[in-house]
């Protein structure tokens, strides 16, 4: 049994690189840029009205407006920009078109009145131009978005801005999740007494999803020969395996004994941390497949995943994934052995963080009212109210 530390320095030394891949647009978000972007013209790339109303030439906006001109026409958006015939006519314009040549200023509809092809001015005198500028918000050739930058849903928008209907991204690995176990069955089916529905292996895929990794589902049941087949091809086809259950030291929990027949080097069995204390984690060294073998009672499967999996994703990625950190709203009593993931509420005004009753780690339905884990580090005396420790946000 190793310390939690040194567990997810090992987990953390096992990082790989995957490449990089050129994907649409639409499938972007949530994806690592693997470029830096780039803005491909001025923004905006002219002069932009911003209100509906009328267009005029006014230089000094400390001095009244006339008090009316001729409407000459009008300027939609989309329409190529048009040019003042004279100081006293105005043009209609709307949102969104390009200022036309001699103009200045806009006037909204607001503050016009429009009768027989004149323009009446309302206002006594102009508060704004409402002209949003030529490259006011980017230069062309700026830098917008770099490398390495989680892509978000405004990001997606930047990007199609600058014409990328392409993009370059980190490559993600290819993972499959097994579950292992006799006594489940699928989701749409009914359980006898004695089983119970998977609900692991949807949680992990449901988590990949987040990251953008579509996982592969997979059961094999608690049989040696099954496992020894199964497992050994789903080594060469993928980049890591997730598996839950079969891990502890029941006379069925064949994992570690069949993955090392297999040749997947193991890192270690068994952390100095609850739940989870049973995680294995290896590595097949010639076909670098790695993999992380998750206890299958759902809280510790959850916690082991969303603590080691996802921080080897993103060093992985090159990223840091740094866990967020919180106050205890009361004392927690710590264990000298063993390092606690406790589940918690954070009080909605002072976001300090209260601990949950559970039944244990087999509570998948304490989930429900969890919103993360506290991490407490192996100590002798207890956590006290106010203290700041790690924080793994439930996803
Ligand atoms: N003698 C000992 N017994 C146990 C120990 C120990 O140290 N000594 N450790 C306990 C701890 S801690 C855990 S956690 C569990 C882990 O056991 P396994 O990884 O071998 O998992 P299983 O026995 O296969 O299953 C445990 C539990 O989880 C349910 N399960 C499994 N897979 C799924 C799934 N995909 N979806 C939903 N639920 C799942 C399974 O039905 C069991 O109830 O071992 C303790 N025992
Ligand atoms: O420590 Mo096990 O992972 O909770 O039941």
Redesign the pocket.
């Known amino acids: 049994m190793i310390p939690i530390h040194e567990a997810l320095q090992q987990v953390l030394k096992q990082r790989s690189t995957y490449g990089t891949e050129k994907i649409s647009l639409l499938e972007a978000k949530g994806r690592f840029l693997a470029e830096d972007i780039f803005t491909d013209r001025d923004a905006p790339p002219f002069d932009r009205v911003m209100m509906d109303g009328i267009a005029i030439q006014h230089k000094d906006l400390d001095e009244p407006p006339a008090a009316s001109y001729k409407v000459q026409g009008i300027q939609a958006a989309g329409s190529p920009q048009l040019s003042l015939q004279e100081e006293t006519y105005c043009l209609e314009i709307m949102t969104g078109a390009i200022l036309p040549h001699q103009a200045d200023t806009i006037i909204p509809y607001e503050e016009v009145e429009i009768k027989e092809g004149r323009a009446y001015i309302q206002a006594a005198k102009l508060a704004k131009r409402f002209i949003h500028y030529k490259g006011s918000d980017s230069k062309k050739g700026e830098l917008i978005l770099s490398k390495g930058k989680k892509i978000t849903a405004a990001d997606i928008g930047l990007l199609a801005t600058v014409g990328k209907s392409t993009v370059s991204v980190a490559k993600l690995p290819k993972v499959a999740i097994i579950?292992?176990?006799d006594?489940?069955v699928e989701v749409d089916q009914e359980p006898q007494a004695h089983q119970?529905r998977?609900?692991?292996?949807y949680t992990l895929w449901a988590g990949l999803m987040e990251e953008g990794i579509t996982g592969k589902l997979y059961h094999i049941n608690d049989d040696k020969e099954a496992l020894r087949q199964s497992l050994a091809a789903l080594l060469e086809e993928f980049d890591v395996l997730l598996l839950?259950?079969?891990?502890?030291?029941?006379k069925f929990?064949h994992i570690p004994e069949i993955l090392h027949e297999l040749g997947v080097k193991k890192i270690f069995h068994r952390v100095a941390q609850r739940?989870?204390?049973?995680f294995w984690f290896g590595a097949h060294q010639s076909l670098n497949t790695k993999v992380f073998a998750y206890?299958?009672?759902?809280v510790?499967t959850y916690v082991n995943h969303f603590y080691y999996f996802q921080q080897w994703l993103y060093a992985s990625l090159g990223k840091d994934m740094a866990l967020s950190r919180v106050e205890l709203a009361q004392s927690i009593p710590s264990n000298p052995a063993l390092a606690l993931f406790v589940s918690v509420r954070l009080d909605p005004k002072s976001g300090a963080a209260k601990a949950l009753n559970h039944n244990g780690?087999?509570d998948l339905f304490s989930l429900a009212q969890t919103e993360g884990f506290v991490l407490l580090p192996a100590r002798g005396t207890d956590y006290m109210p106010g203290e700041k420790v790690d924080f793994l946000a439930l996803k």
Do not use: Q, R, Y
């Open positions: 579950s292992t176990g006594e489940l119970i998977k609900s692991n292996a839950s259950g079969g891990v502890s030291k029941g929990d739940p989870g204390k049973p206890p299958g009672n759902p510790s780690s087999g």
